[in-house]
């Protein structure tokens, strides 16, 4: 696996993010997360967007962070939102989510982050497992989904 930054709006990132998009709406019926991403915001320092690409330069996985400070939706200063956690089917159970998440978090602290945060759902059992099982604990709500019920949210101190 190769994984390398990517801007938020590169082929590659639009083809996997229409891929989460549809499996949103198939578990949530929603027709996928509504949150606004500005490709600016994943730009570096202050964001970072990774694709993992398989052997055959096929992407395969993807994450972002973007840095959030105190605001309305109840972020905290020195905050990183993660977004847009995804690994396709057919690779899953493969370490790539650990791989890309600790890239992340990374890169976050170096850029001066202190806290990285997420939104998930209650239909996303996996991503809550892989969450707590690296350290992520139950936090406030915040973003654009804090006051739906399927909401879940998690932070982690990040640390060298």
Request: proline content about 6%.
């Amino acid at each position: 696996m190769l994984i390398r930054p990517v801007p938020f709006d590169h082929p590659d990132a639009v083809k996997l993010n229409d891929e989460v998009q549809a499996e949103y709406d198939v578990r949530y019926g929603d027709g996928g997360d509504a949150t606004l991403l500005d490709p600016a915001d994943f730009r570096p320092p202050n964001g970072l967007y990774l694709i993992a690409y398989d052997t055959d330069g096929t992407p395969v996985a993807t994450g972002g962070w973007r840095s959030q400070d105190k605001n309305a939706e109840g972020n905290l200063d020195g905050d990183a939102e993660l977004k847009r956690m995804f690994v396709v089917a057919s690779m899953r159970g493969r370490g790539l989510a650990r791989r890309i998440l600790a890239a992340l978090e990374e890169d976050a602290h170096a850029a001066g982050r202190i806290r990285m945060v997420l939104e998930t759902g209650t239909k996303q059992p996996e991503a809550v497992a892989l969450y707590t099982s690296t350290g992520y604990e139950p936090c406030e709500k915040f973003g654009y989904y804090r006051f739906h019920d399927e909401s879940l949210c998690y932070a982690k101190h990040l640390r060298p």
